[in-house]
């Protein structure tokens, strides 16, 4: 690892998103909806691009692989917290965010500072699915904020938002159950892989 691949052009898109974080919440906070919106795109969107731009310009790296993981758990605690604490996401879910990530946020101290052990950090694919269930549900909870919900007519809508809860959820629980494990072996130096 070395102190310039920060400023490869996916890492600087990865940390935008935790930096753009700032504004979408204040502008939620004033509900100016239309510029918390634009953030908001942008910390969604750039999760995508991120990744397919490090590939595309074959700019991949250590710390582009630890920083993606790290901004998008930063997103969701911080969205997460926001909602919750305006009474629009059930607590067990909110507890069981909070417990997945803020316990996969600890590892990286643990490992690379205090251990000094490197590990790679290469998601399968239902890792991958749980962050965008996340990013679905904090789409879907925000929209009631936006004027014109009001005038909108979507059926069925707290049917399918309790369903993708109810995936997310089993999602999450997976997550950490087969993280404490691959933790553990990564910190017994067995294992050299986070999945």
């Not at 920060?6 to 753009?20: A, D, G, K």
């Not at 691009?49 to 692989?65: M, P």
């Not at 803020?102 to 694919?125: E, H």
Request: with cysteine; charged share 15%.
């Amino acid at each position: 690892m070395n102190g310039k691949e920060i400023f490869l052009i996916p890492n600087i898109i990865t940390l935008s998103r935790v930096f753009f974080l700032l504004p979408s919440i204040y502008y939620l906070r004033k509900n100016q909806m239309l510029y918390a919106s634009i953030f908001l795109f942008w910390v969604f969107i750039s999760d995508f691009f991120d990744g397919y731009l490090a590939r595309k310009l074959n700019q991949t790296s250590f710390i582009g692989a630890i920083l993606d993981p790290i901004c998008d758990k930063l997103v969701v605690l911080a969205l997460f917290s926001y909602f919750f604490l305006l009474d629009m996401v059930p607590a067990y879910y909110y507890d069981l965010i909070l417990t997945r990530d803020i316990a996969q946020l600890l590892s990286i101290p643990v490992l690379l500072l205090w251990k000094k052990i490197a590990f790679k950090v290469k998601p399968r694919l239902i890792p991958k699915w749980g962050t965008a269930l996340n990013f679905i549900i904090l789409v879907f909870v925000a929209l009631p904020l936006f004027p014109f919900w009001e005038k909108v007519q979507f059926p069925f809508f707290d049917t399918i938002l309790t369903f993708i809860y109810s995936i997310s959820s089993f999602v999450e629980v997976y997550i950490l159950v087969t993280y404490i494990p691959r933790f553990i072996q990564i910190y017994k130096g067995t294992h050299d892989t986070f999945e």
